[in-house]
C-alpha cells in the first residue's frame, strides 16, 4: 500500500475522567479500503467513531484526513471536508417524513448552505438527488410517511440513507444492521457495498458472516487497544485475537475460505 | 438515458400534489386577502378599525415569535426587544422623515417604514443572538430574561434615544405617499396594517419554506444529527434569531405608524409575556396557530379590559386550561376537530363535545363569579356583581356558595362527559 491513508490516527487516546477508553489507537485507512473495526461490547468501537466524526476531541493523539488535521475540529466541518457517519442507535429527524429526512442528508452536499431565499419545494437537482437516494436504499414508496412511525428496520436503513446522502467518500457506519433480522441484514449490507462502491467505509459490526464477507481489512479493538489489524485470514488465524474475542472456533464463519 | 427518465418522473409524483399544493399553501393566502379587503366594506367603526389595526401587528409580532419557539424550538423571554428596537428605529425614521430637506429620507415613503422597523429588529437580533444563540434549551431562555430585564433598564437610562418615560413621538403624514394614502385617518391606517400583516404572513410562511427554513426545524428536533450532515446548529439558530427579529422590528414598525409613539414599556417584560401567551393559545406547531392566538388576546386586551378589572386573571386561567387541555393550542382544536369531522362516529362526538363544553361553560361561569364577587370585595367600590340582572353581594354567604355550586356541577359534570367519551 503505497498510496498515501485517506484516514489516519497516530496515538489516539481519549480518556472521560478516570477511564481510560481509548488508549492509543495508531491505524491507516487506504483509499477504497472497506475496514471492519470488531471487538466485546464496550470495547470503545462507537467512542473511536466519535472521537473520528468530531462528536469528541480526543485527550492526545492526532487524527488525519487526506493529510488534515481534523481532531479538535467540529463534526459539521469534518462532514463538509467528505466524511460522513450513521449512529448505532437510530439519529434521525422523527417529526419529518423519511423523504425531507434524506433531504437534509443532501442539502448541504448540493451547495444550498444556509440558503433562505429560495423555496426548497423548487430546487430540482436536490429533488433528485434525494429521489435517487430514496430509491437506491428502497424506501421510496415510505417517502411520505413520517419519520417516527417507520419500522425498526426501516428507520435503520434511512440512518444509512442520511448517511450516504451527502455522496461523502469516507464512510463510517456504527452497527449499521444492529437487531435486524437476517434478511433484512443481508438486504442492508448489500445496499451499504453498492452505496460505498469506490469509497472508504469503517464498519463496526458484530456479525462476523458479514464482517468477514464485506471488509479488505480488519482491527480488532479490545479495552480501547487495536490488538491486531490485518486480512481477514490474518485476523482469523491470529492467536492473540481468538484468545481475547473471538473465542472458540465455532464462532468462525468462513471456515471454507 | 431510461433511468434518467424514471427519476424525474417520480420527481413529480414525490411530495404533495399541485392541487395540495394549492390548497394548503396558497388558498389560505387568498383567503386572508380577500378577508383583508372585504372587511373594510362593511362599514366597521373607528373602534372596530382600531382594533383590527392592533391584531395585525399583533399578528406578526407573535408570528415572528414563533419563529423562535415554534420552528427553531427556542423559548425567548425577551422578544418585545426586537419589537421595540425595530419600533423604535422606525419612530425616529418617522421624524427623520419629517424633518429631511432631499435626501434619502426626504423620498422615503411613510408606508415604507417597517422596513425600517425590519432592519432595526434584525440588527438588533443580530448583535444581542450572537451570545445568545451559543445556548439552546434552558441556557438560552435564561440569556433572553437577562437581555430583556437590561434592555429594559437600558430604556429608560439613554433619554436621548428612548426619549425617557414619556418617549418618542412623531406625525405620520410625512413624507411621500405610496398607493394615495396620507395615513391620516384609521381606516387609512387600516389599509397600510393590512398591507404588511399580510406580506409580513407571507414572507414569514415562505420562510418556512426554504432550506434554512427547514434547518431550524431539524435543529429543534435533532440538532446532534444536523452536525453530522454539515450543518452547524449554532449558526442556523443564529440565523433564525436575526429572522425573527427583524420581523419583530417590522411589527415594531407598523405599530409606530399606528400609534405614532413608542415608549420604554414596549420594551419590557409584560409584551415579552404576552407574545408567548399569544403564540401558545394559538398553537405553536401550527403555522397560523400564533395569528388565531393574536386574534384572541388582543381582542380580550381591548374589551375584556374594560368589562372586567381581573381581566389578566382570565387570560392566565385560559393559559393554564390550555396547556392542561389543548398543548396544541387553537389551531390544535380546529385541525383534531375537522378531522374527526369526517369519521364515523363523528355526531355521537360532536354530541359529546358539545355536552363537555356545556358542563365546561357551567364550570368557568362559577369562577366568573367568584373572581368577579372576590374583586368587589377587596377594591371596595362596594359596588355588585349583576350577572343577567341577579345581584351577587360579595358580602353575602349565598353568592359564594352558587359560584361554589356551578364549579363543582361543571367540574363533575366534566369528569362524568370525558369518561364516558374515554370508555367508548
Ligand atoms: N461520554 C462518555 N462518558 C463516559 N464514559 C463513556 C462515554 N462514552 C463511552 N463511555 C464508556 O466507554 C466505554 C466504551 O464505550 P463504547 O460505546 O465506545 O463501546 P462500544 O465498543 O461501541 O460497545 P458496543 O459494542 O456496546 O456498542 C464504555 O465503558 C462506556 O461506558
Ligand atoms: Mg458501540
Redesign the interface.
Known amino acids: 500500500m503505497s498510496e498515501p491513508p485517506v484516514l489516519s490516527l497516530r496515538d489516539v487516546k481519549k480518556d472521560f475522567g478516570p477511564a481510560k477508553v481509548i488508549q492509543g489507537v495508531t491505524l491507516d485507512i487506504a483509499p477504497g479500503e472497506r475496514h471492519a473495526i470488531i471487538g466485546p461490547n464496550g470495547a470503545g468501537k462507537s467512542t473511536l467513531f466519535n472521537l473520528i466524526s468530531g462528536l469528541y476531541r480526543p485527550t492526545s493523539g492526532e487524527i488525519t484526513l487526506r493529510g488534515k488535521t481534523i481532531s479538535g475540529v467540529k463534526p459539521y466541518r469534518i462532514n463538509r471536508m467528505g466524511l460522513s457517519r450513521s449512529f448505532q442507535v437510530s439519529n434521525i429527524f422523527s417529526n419529518m417524513s423519511v423523504r425531507e429526512n434524506v433531504r437534509c442528508g443532501v442539502l448541504y452536499s448540493m451547495g444550498y448552505g444556509y440558503n433562505f431565499w429560495r423555496n426548497i419545494g423548487n430546487l430540482i437537482p436536490v429533488q433528485e438527488k434525494t429521489v435517487e437516494i430514496l430509491d437506491s436504499v428502497g424506501l421510496i414508496d415510505k417517502a411520505d410517511q413520517s419519520a417516527a412511525l417507520l419500522a425498526y428496520a426501516d428507520q435503520r436503513t434511512l440512518e444509512i440513507a442520511i448517511t450516504i446522502a451527502s455522496g461523502a467518500d469516507v464512510v463510517l457506519m456504527d452497527e449499521p444492521t444492529a437487531g435486524m433480522s437476517h434478511s433484512e441484514t443481508d438486504r442492508a449490507i448489500a445496499l451499504i457495498k453498492k452505496a460505498t462502491q469506490g469509497k472508504t467505509l469503517l464498519i463496526v459490526e458484530h456479525d462476523m458472516g458479514v464482517v468477514f464477507g464485506l471488509s479488505d481489512r480488519i482491527s480488532v479493538l479490545v479495552y480501547g487497544e487495536v490488538i491486531a489489524t490485518g486480512l481477514p485470514e490474518e485476523i482469523r488465524n491470529n492467536a492473540l485475537v481468538r484468545e481475547a474475542y473471538l473465542g472458540d472456533e465455532a464462532e468462525l464463519p468462513g471456515v471454507e475460505a | 438515458m431510461n433511468q434518467q427518465g424514471t ?2 418522473d ?2 413529480s409524483d ?2 404533495p400534489s399541485r392541487r395540495a ?1 394549492f390548497t394548503r399553501r396558497v388558498l389560505p393566502f387568498i383567503i386572508m386577502a380577500v378577508l383583508l379587503i372585504v372587511i373594510p366594506m362593511l362599514g366597521p367603526s373607528r373602534t372596530a378599525l382600531s382594533l383590527l389595526n392592533a391584531i395585525g401587528i399583533n399578528i406578526v409580532f407573535a408570528l415572528s415569535f414563533n419563529i423562535l419557539l415554534g420552528q427553531t424550538g427556542l423559548l425567548s423571554f425577551g422578544h418585545a426587544v426586537y419589537f421595540g428596537l425595530g419600533g423604535y428605529t422606525a419612530m425616529h425614521a418617522m421624524n427623520w422623515i419629517e424633518y429631511a430637506d432631499g435626501g434619502f429620507w426626504g423620498s422615503y415613503p411613510m408606508f415604507a417604514l417597517p422596513l425600517v422597523g425590519f432592519a432595526g429588529g434584525a440588527f438588533a437580533g443580530a448583535l444581542i443572538g450572537w451570545p445568545s444563540c451559543r445556548r439552546a434549551g434552558i441556557p438560552f431562555s435564561m440569556i433572553s430574561l437577562g437581555i430583556a430585564e437590561l434592555v429594559a433598564a437600558t430604556g429608560l437610562i439613554f433619554v436621548s434615544f428612548f426619549g425617557g418615560e414619556e418617549g418618542i413621538t412623531g406625525d405620520r403624514m410625512n413624507g411621500v405617499e405610496m398607493f394615495g394614502l396620507n395615513l391620516g385617518q384609521v381606516h387609512q391606517v387600516y389599509w397600510f396594517i393590512a398591507f404588511w400583516t399580510f406580506v409580513g404572513t407571507v414572507a414569514m410562511y ?2 418556512t ?7 431550524t ?2 435543529v429543534r ?2 440538532p ?9 446548529p449554532q ?2 439558530r443564529y ?1 433564525a434569531f436575526i ?1 425573527s427579529g427583524g420581523f419583530a422590528g417590522l411589527a415594531g414598525g407598523m405599530s409606530a405608524v399606528n400609534y405614532e409613539i413608542f415608549t420604554p414599556e414596549a420594551l419590557s417584560l409584560a409584551p415579552s409575556g404576552l407574545v408567548i401567551l399569544m403564540a401558545y393559545i394559538g398553537g405553536i406547531r401550527y403555522f397560523a396557530g400564533p395569528i388565531l392566538g393574536a386574534i384572541l388576546l388582543t381582542y380580550m386586551q381591548t374589551n375584556l379590559s374594560d368589562f372586567s378589572e381581573a381581566w389578566l386573571l382570565y387570560l392566565g386561567l385560559l393559559f393554564i386550561a390550555m396547556v392542561l387541555f389543548a398543548p396544541g393550542g387553537l389551531a390544535g382544536v380546529v385541525i383534531d376537530v375537522t378531522n374527526r369531522l369526517g369519521k364515523p362516529g363523528a355526531v355521537q362526538q360532536f354530541v359529546k363535545g358539545l355536552v363537555a363544553v356545556a358542563t365546561g361553560m357551567i364550570a368557568f361561569f362559577g369562577v366568573v363569579i367568584l373572581i368577579e364577587i372576590a374583586v368587589r370585595l377587596t377594591n371596595g367600590h362596594g359596588e355588585v356583581f349583576q350577572p343577567f340582572g341577579i345581584g351577587l353581594p360579595s358580602t353575602s354567604l349565598m353568592s359564594w356558595a352558587i359560584g361554589v355550586c356551578l364549579v363543582a356541577i361543571g367540574v363533575f359534570g366534566l369528569k362524568f362527559t370525558t369518561k364516558q367519551v374515554g370508555e367508548r
Not at chain 2, 209 to 215: V, W
Not at chain 2, 224 to 232: A, I, P, W
Request: aromatic content about 10%.
Open positions: 427519476v424525474l417520480t420527481v414525490l411530495g399544493k415562505a420562510f419554506r426554504t432550506p434554512l427554513g427547514r434547518l426545524q431539524a428536533d435533532n446532534q444529527r444536523v452536525e453530522f450532515v454539515g450543518y452547524d449558526q442556523v440565523l429572522a
